[in-house]
C-alpha cells in the first residue's frame, strides 16, 4: 500500500522559515518524480514545485521562485521543501504527490501552512 507522509507545516510570521518534509513508502519512491501541491479553499491545487528522480533537476513555480526549495533523499524516501521569506499568499495545505508507472496519482494528507502578518 502505498502512502505519503508530510510532517513540518505549522504556524509561522510572515518573513519566516518553514522546512516540509514528505516520506513515501510501499512503492520504488527513487524512480519517481516528486511534487510539492498546495490549495486554499476554493481553489484548485497549484504545483509549487517538482524533482526528477535524481534530484538533479527541479522545477519551481514562479511565485515562490526564489524562495522555495524542494531536494529529495532517495535514501529516506523522502522529499522536502524549504521554504524561506514566507509570505501571506503562502498560506495553504501543501500536498506531497507523484505518479507511478501506470498514471496513478497518489496524494498525502497535506499539512496546514499558517503564515501570519
Known amino acids: 500500500q502505498v502512502q505519503l507522509v508530510e510532517s513540518g507545516g505549522g504556524l509561522v510570521q510572515a518573513g519566516g522559515s518553514l522546512r516540509l518534509s514528505c516520506v513515501a513508502s510501499?512503492?520504488?519512491?527513487?524512480?519517481?518524480?516528486m511534487d510539492w501541491y498546495r490549495q486554499t479553499p476554493g481553489n484548485q491545487r497549484e504545483l509549487v514545485a517538482s524533482i526528477r528522480r535524481g534530484g538533479g533537476t527541479t522545477d519551481i513555480a514562479d511565485s515562490v521562485k526564489g524562495r522555495f526549495t524542494i531536494s529529495r533523499d532517495n535514501a529516506k524516501n523522502s522529499v522536502y521543501l524549504e521554504m524561506n521569506s514566507l509570505e501571506d499568499e503562502d498560506t495553504a495545505v501543501y500536498y506531497c504527490?507523484?505518479?507511478?508507472?501506470?498514471?496513478?496519482?497518489?496524494w498525502g494528507q497535506g499539512t496546514q501552512v499558517t503564515v501570519s502578518s
Open positions: 510501499g512503492t520504488t519512491f527513487s524512480i519517481y518524480r
Open positions: 504527490h507523484f505518479i507511478d508507472r501506470r498514471g496513478m496519482n497518489y
